[in-house]
């Protein structure tokens, strides 16, 4: 006999089954081997010029990242249309979208920072160095798609500065805590992304970019020089990225492709399981 679809709904354990401490897929590399991001312990900055395939591979690691228990969203896009296709699973899920305000980004960011400071306090008092799965804590993951906008386009010259202030803080301390930072942009110069800031990504993935010194700017001086040169990408080929983890050489990768269909679908999805699912992780194999 089959059971009623009412008693289905409430006998089928419905919720996300990974965690954000797994590791996320975002590609395949020249040799045909699937590419992982430890992406709790990292951050990601994801440059290159405008239609190179930087939105796709935040819309992977967003897409990865709302499929996970443990996960609560804070998404900064003054465009919309990229992680705004979030806004209501990123309030379902207890987090924040937050599109041009200037001030409204700074207010999330503020409190960001004291978010931080308590995380380090209890790792202090705990004798710890960093957060483990084990913790059960949520891996607060700081999604930015269009870092230039806040720093150099709106807003005064002191938000501006603040705005870079909270996003270095953050991105220099924020791994150990597990709230690590994703940030694009289109624009990769010195003025948007100086070495100082640079240098705190773990990893750091250029897409095609107009000039040598650009590429350079992304994934370290000397690397264009070098052969690993992301203006040599071609523009037939979007989606393709050199990718640098900290202390290793970059590596070619293709990102995986979501169409806007299936992002809807997604974004349907995980907001549907917040709102009426278990929140409680279900094992794989249940
Ligand atoms: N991994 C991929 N596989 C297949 N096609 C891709 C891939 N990445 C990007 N594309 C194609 O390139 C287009 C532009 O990609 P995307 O919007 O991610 O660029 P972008 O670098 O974010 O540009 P912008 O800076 O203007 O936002 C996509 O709409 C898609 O058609």
Known sequence: MHAALSELTVTIPVAPSMSMFDPVFVGIDEFGNPVYLDLVYHNLLDAGEPGGGKSVLIQNLVGHAFLCHDFTPVLLDPKWVELGMWMEAAEAAGGVFVGPDIEAALRVLRRLQ??????????????????LPSDLIKVIGIFIDELAYYTATTGTPEQQKEFIALVRDLVARGRACAMPVIAATQRPSVDIIPTSL?????????FRCTTPNSSDIILGHGWASAGFNAQAISPTTPGVFYLIAEGGIPHLVKAAYLTDAQIHQLVDYVTWIRRNGDPAPVPLAA
Do not use: E, N, Q, T
């Open 198 to 206: 640079r240098d705190l990504f773990g990893y750091r993935a250029a």
């Open 114 to 131: 004291k978010v931080m400071d308590r995380r380090y306090s209890w790792l202090v008092a705990h004798g710890r160095r960093k957060f």
